[in-house]
């Protein structure tokens, strides 16, 4: 699902690299937290593995996929047809409602959203009652739970999470991260997720400690 081999990043100003011949795998059906303080290569990495930004050496393999042989519009195929991201902060468009920020990657994909689907998430969630709502009139807990509905509603094979907790208190926290987690194995996918919570972290099948400037 996700391999990983000696990966190096290395910012061209910088006398030390974030992370130096990094590996890791992680099969289907399993999570994985990334784990560190601010400024240990979390972020970093998942832009890596996303194809957004570029390695200095070493080799990602997603869903059999080498990215390193991809072109720029390849890597956005594949993010369309197998990969969500997951981000801190709420990245709901703020001129469309609930509904229509749902069903917005149906829009750039040839996934079709049923919206039975949308409705059953909404009422897993306890939002049916913002269905038409936009989002300056969503709390933060709110929000963050529709931008989950989205990444998840299109099936992904593949999620990349940095830091999808930060700015939710502990209940909604636990929340998001169980659906993530039982998400990743309910469809055999595989999920990374970056946090600071080490009782969120130990939840997921692995957990990959990164330190600054280098990974251990």
Avoid at 38 to 67: M, P, Q, R, V, Y
Wanted: some cysteine; charged content about 20%.
């Amino acid at each position: 699902m996700i391999k990983v081999n000696q990966l190096t990043k290395q910012y061209p100003k910088s006398s030390h690299p974030v992370f130096k011949d990094l590996s890791f795998s992680l099969d289907a059906g399993q999570s994985m937290a990334l784990c560190g303080q601010s400024g240990s290569g979390k972020s970093t990495l998942i832009g890596l593995l996303c194809g957004l930004d570029s390695a200095t050496s070493g080799e990602i393999i997603l869903n059999n996929t080498s990215f390193h042989d991809l072109s720029l519009e390849e890597k956005s195929d594949f993010r369309a047809k197998f990969m969500s991201l997951v981000f801190q902060q709420v990245t709901l468009v703020p001129y469309l409602n609930v509904i229509e920020n749902i069903t917005l990657p149906s829009l750039y994909t040839d996934k079709k959203i049923d919206e039975s689907d949308v409705d059953h998430s909404l009422k897993q969630m306890n939002l049916m009652s913002v269905k038409y709502q936009f989002p300056h009139e969503l709390s933060i807990g709110q929000a963050q739970r529709i931008c989950l509905i989205r990444t998840l509603i299109t099936r992904p094979k593949i999620i990349l999470a940095d830091e999808p907790t930060g700015a939710l208190d502990p209940p909604n926290a636990a929340f998001i991260f169980q659906l993530l987690t039982d998400y990743c194995k309910t469809n055999q996918a595989g999920v990374i997720i970056a946090t600071h919570d080490w009782s969120l972290a130990e939840q997921c099948d692995h957990q990959l400690w990164l330190t600054p400037r280098d990974a251990k």
